[in-house]
C-alpha cells in the first residue's frame, strides 16, 4: 500500500473512484486539479493511495498563497465539498497524516477540511457555513407545488413577465451577467478564464442556463450535474433582473430542467448562516444542513475570517460596489483567485 501524487494518465481511475465512493462529490474529480492550475495558477497536491493495483482513498489538496489573505493548504479551494475519501478509517487517516506532513513542509499558516460530516479528530470547527438540498419529484408540477407560496408566486411573476431560459455553449454572456452581480454584492469577479476551464474540463457535466427577458441576458447560472445530482454553483442577474424576478425564474428552470434529465436532487450550495442567500434558499423551503469546517493549525494560532461578515472587510466591500463595471473586470480577477 502506497501514497502516490496524482497524474493524467490515472484520472479515469481517480474519477472512477469517486463516482462509486458513497461519500464522492463533484469537488473531488481529477478535473479540478487542472482547473486549480492552469486557470488560477495555484499549486495543487492530489494524492491517492493504491493497494495491490487498486485505490483504496483519494485526497485532493490545493495550495493558496496570498500576500493579502493566507497561506494555506485546502481540501479544496474555490469548492464547498473536501476531505479525503477511502475505504477505511486507517486509509484516511494515512491520508490526513500525509496532508499535515505536505502543510507543515510548505510551512502554511493552516490546513483546511471541507466536510459534509464532522470528523472526530477534534480539530477547530468553523460554524459559519450550511448547504442546501432536497430531494426532487419525478414531476415537475409536485416540485412547483412543494416550493412555500410566496416564493411560488415570485416564479409565476417571472413567467408572466415574458422570461425565457436557454442552454448557452459559451460562458461570455453568463460572465457578463454574473461579473455585474458580485460588483453589486461587493466582491471580486474570478478571471472569465476559471469559467471557460470549469467548461472545457467539466464538458457535460457543467451547464450554463441564461434567462432572457426581449432577447436580452438578464440572468444565468452555471450548474455542475454529478450522478443524480444538479448544483447550481455560479449565479447571478443584472440590475434589471430584480423586478423581473429572474433568479427566482432562473432556479426553478434549473430545478425543471433537471427533473427532466432524471435528476433527484437539487444541491442549492453553501451559504453563511444570516444572510441572504440564506433566507432566499430557505423561502424555497429548503431545510440548511451544517457543514464542518475544520483546521489543523500549523503557523496560525487561530482560523482564518476571511469572509465578507468579518468587519474589516466592509470598506472594501462599499468601495467596490462603486466600481465601474470595467474597472472591476480588470481588477477583480487578480484578487478573487486567491479568494479560495
Request: glycine share 8%; with cysteine.
Amino acid at each position: 500500500m502506497r501514497i502516490e501524487p496524482l497524474t493524467p494518465s490515472e484520472a479515469g481511475r481517480w474519477d472512477a473512484y469517486v463516482e462509486n465512493h458513497p461519500e464522492g462529490t463533484f469537488f473531488h474529480l481529477s478535473g479540478w486539479q487542472a482547473v486549480l492550475e492552469d486557470s488560477l495558477g495555484h499549486r495543487t497536491h492530489y494524492r491517492y493511495v493504491e493497494d495491490e493495483g487498486k485505490i483504496v482513498g483519494i485526497l485532493p489538496l490545493g495550495h493558496i498563497a496570498s500576500r493579502l489573505f493566507a497561506n494555506a493548504l485546502i481540501s479544496t479551494p474555490f469548492c464547498v465539498y473536501g476531505g479525503a475519501l477511502a475505504d477505511d478509517d486507517s486509509i484516511r487517516e494515512r491520508l490526513e497524516r500525509e496532508a499535515l506532513r505536505q502543510a507543515q513542509a510548505l510551512g502554511v499558516d493552516y490546513l483546511e477540511w471541507r466536510l459534509r460530516r464532522p470528523s472526530d479528530r477534534a480539530r477547530p470547527t468553523k460554524d459559519l457555513y450550511v448547504t442546501f438540498r432536497k430531494a426532487l419529484d419525478p414531476d415537475p408540477e409536485a416540485n412547483l407545488k412543494a416550493v412555500p407560496r410566496k416564493q411560488r408566486a415570485m416564479i409565476r411573476k417571472g413567467i408572466k413577465a415574458g422570461l425565457t431560459s436557454v442552454i448557452d455553449d459559451g460562458i461570455d454572456r453568463l460572465y457578463e451577467v454574473y461579473a455585474e452581480s458580485v460588483r453589486n454584492l461587493g466582491t471580486p469577479v474570478f478571471p472569465k478564464g476559471y469559467f471557460r476551464a470549469l467548461k472545457e474540463t467539466f464538458g457535460d457535466r457543467c451547464e450554463i442556463l441564461i434567462v432572457e427577458h426581449q432577447g436580452r441576458p438578464v440572468a444565468g447560472v452555471m450548474s455542475f450535474y454529478f450522478r443524480d445530482e444538479v448544483l447550481p454553483y455560479y449565479g447571478g442577474g443584472t440590475a434589471e433582473a430584480r423586478h423581473l424576478y429572474a433568479n427566482d425564474f432562473m432556479y426553478w428552470e434549473v430545478m425543471r430542467r433537471a427533473v427532466e434529465k432524471g435528476i433527484r436532487v437539487f444541491d442549492y450550495g453553501r451559504s453563511k448562516k444570516g444572510t441572504g442567500s440564506y433566507r432566499f434558499k430557505k423561502h424555497w423551503g429548503f431545510e440548511p444542513e451544517p457543514l464542518y469546517y475544520e483546521f489543523d493549525l500549523v503557523r496560525a494560532r487561530e482560523m482564518p475570517d476571511i469572509n465578507p461578515l468579518n468587519p474589516k472587510y466592509q470598506l472594501f466591500i462599499r468601495a467596490w460596489r462603486r466600481l465601474p463595471l470595467p474597472l472591476s473586470k480588470l481588477i477583480g480577477p487578480w484578487l478573487a483567485r486567491d479568494l479560495g
